[in-house]
């Protein structure tokens, strides 16, 4: 398995700490979701990984950090595959062997079934850390391998979580016009919850809908106002 250095440049990519985060299709809360062994190797490779990719402006999820305790853990994961952009499969002998990661991946698959994915539009990526058994059911996709040049698998995942699809988000060169609307979606929205009345706020906010309102209107536009007064 190649090792990542300490190193946050990779040719022809920008990773910056302060960089922003890149946008998300509306309804999702990440980029990627990581399914993986939960053993040491598999682990710390995510966790690096996982650095690397947010520096650069990606919003993942993986269960080493982000699960909650006192949370189903398959309902937890569904929900985070429904929430994800891309799903991300790192595949080792271990996640092989374990029939719990064959589960999860089975959920993973029927997530993309969920979507109409065909195989074509790239929603699951199989990356795999070392020479292991590919299943058979996701044989028909690319294996992204771990080599020993890191910059060139980490370009590769890299574009595999930043190719467009029929859930990408907004371009910013062709959809201007689209953007102008969103602002002005947002700017009117701002104006409403900051002179409506408390009570009128609060109700508001409670309702399902409005946390994927405001994260949708907050990551397509350049405005950073939901801070309520």
Not at 48 to 59: C, H, P, Q
Request: glycine share 4%; proline share 3%.
């Amino acid at each position: 398995m190649a090792a990542l250095g300490d190193s946050t440049t990779v040719s022809n990519i920008s990773y910056s700490p302060d960089r922003q985060w890149k946008l998300l299709s509306f309804g999702k809360r990440y980029h990627a979701c990581f399914l993986y062994r939960d053993v040491e190797m598999d682990r710390q490779w995510v966790k690096v990984t996982v650095n690397i990719l947010e520096s650069a402006g990606f919003i993942c999820w993986y269960r080493g950090r982000d699960f909650l305790a006192g949370h189903s853990f398959a309902s937890t994961i569904i929900k985070n595959l429904e929430q994800a952009m891309k799903i991300i499969v790192i595949l080792s002998k271990t996640f092989v062997e374990s029939p719990r990661c064959r589960y999860d991946l089975d959920l993973a698959l029927e997530e993309c079934l969920n979507r109409g994915e065909d195989g074509e539009t790239g929603v699951l990526i199989p990356v795999a850390l070392e020479n292991c058994t590919i299943p058979r059911i996701i044989k028909p996709l690319n294996v992204l391998e771990i080599q020993d040049n890191e910059s060139t698998w980490l370009s590769k995942l890299v574009r595999a979580i930043d190719s467009n699809d029929k859930f990408s988000s907004f371009a910013e060169d062709d959809n201007r016009n689209a953007e102008n609307e969103i602002d002005e979606a947002a700017l009117s929205l701002r104006q409403k919850l900051h002179t409506a009345p408390v009570h009128e706020v609060f109700s508001f906010l409670a309702k399902p809908i409005a946390n994927d309102l405001l994260h949708f209107l907050s990551q397509h536009s350049d405005l950073r106002f939901f801070h309520l007064r």
